[in-house]
């Protein structure tokens, strides 16, 4: 799906023309180069490489900077490639701007939540804990019960939903609609929270 | 982020007049019904204001017939077009949530 990145700066609130108030994130959309355009003949499929900010200089592998340099643009802090773009219209260091999305638009957002370290299941997989008090529990609260039967299968099955690292994992917020778009400050505001710390980076994407 | 609030802020927020938890104020909000718009006033104490910036809000508690109702209100709301103080209460806590427990003559807050 088309799309591009942009940088989550934060929430706020903001009301509509009939006075009510909306929860909405703050992205802050600076114009996405295309890095280079990849085509079906060439590459095997479509899309386009877009890339957004500047990395500094002495962060850049040589491997990237042989690439950027054959491609002739400036070295850009992430890449990225999105699929669905007329790939007829577009050249290697053309811009993407936040225009490229409308008020009203309903879209998709991509990023990395937030790592939340080692958690329980009840936390992890809300699960609700062993329950009752009596009957000689003790100490289970939190405890995520039985993992299996006994002697058949005589293991635990793959897959079984365990205490483990949480976060830290790409989510897909879909339906968001786009509140506010400021073409001057490359803003765009959508209704609701998005994945990740402020300042993360994160695909925004046309449905 | 403070910014780009600023360049969010609505022309449209009220100027409210400065009042403080235990004031009786009496909120002039503005109401749709059907196609055709109204104001309607709310006038109770004011028992918390919490938040900030434009998250920032009031809650107003007053008695209707016994029964105790409660209204929250956002600071930047276009929809308060105006608010009255009526009176100054003197309190001695930030939230007044206690008054929720009490009726009749001890739920008022002396004056100023």
């Known amino acids: ?207 | 982020m403070e910014k780009i609030n600023n360049l969010l802020q609505d022309e449209k927020a009220p100027k409210l007049p400065n009042f403080k938890t235990g004031d009786r104020i009496k909120v002039f909000v503005s109401i749709i019904e059907g196609d055709k718009e109204r104001v309607q006033p709310f006038e109770g104490d004011v028992i918390s204001i919490r938040g900030s910036g434009a998250s920032r809000t009031f809650t107003v508690r007053k008695l209707s017939s016994g029964v105790g109702v409660e209204r929250i209100f956002h600071f930047k709301s276009p929809k308060i077009s105006k608010v009255d103080v009526i009176k100054e209460g003197n309190v001695r806590r930030a939230k007044l949530y206690y008054l929720r427990n009490l009726s009749g003559k001890a739920a008022r807050i002396k004056n100023k």
Request: glycine share 14%; hydrophobic share 30%.
């Open chain 1, 1 to 207: 799906m088309p799309g591009m990145l942009g940088k989550k700066i934060g929430m706020t609130s903001i009301y509509n023309s009939d006075g009510d108030h909306i929860p909405v994130t703050v992205i802050k959309a600076e114009p996405c180069k295309v890095v280079s355009v990849k085509t079906k003949e060439k590459d095997g499929y479509d899309a386009l490489q877009l890339g957004m900010g500047a990395k500094k200089k002495k962060n850049i592998s040589k491997p990237e900077l042989g690439h950027y340099k054959k491609h002739k643009v400036d070295a850009p802090f992430k890449v990225k490639e999105f699929s669905g773009f007329e790939k007829d219209k577009f050249k290697t260091g053309d811009e993407i701007k936040v225009d490229f999305f409308e008020e009203g638009e309903v879209i998709k957002v991509r990023g990395n939540s937030k790592g939340k370290g080692f958690q329980g299941v009840m936390k992890r997989h809300n699960f609700g804990g062993v329950g009752g008090t009596t009957h000689g529990q003790s100490n289970r609260l939190r405890a995520p019960g039985s993992i299996g039967a006994s002697s058949y299968p005589s293991r635990v099955f793959k897959g079984k939903k365990m205490a483990g690292r949480k976060g830290n994992d790409t989510v897909t917020i879909r339906n968001l609609t786009v509140v506010k778009i400021l073409n001057e400050e490359n803003l765009i505001l959508v209704r609701g929270a998005i994945p990740g710390a402020n300042n993360s980076i994160v695909e925004l994407i046309k449905n």
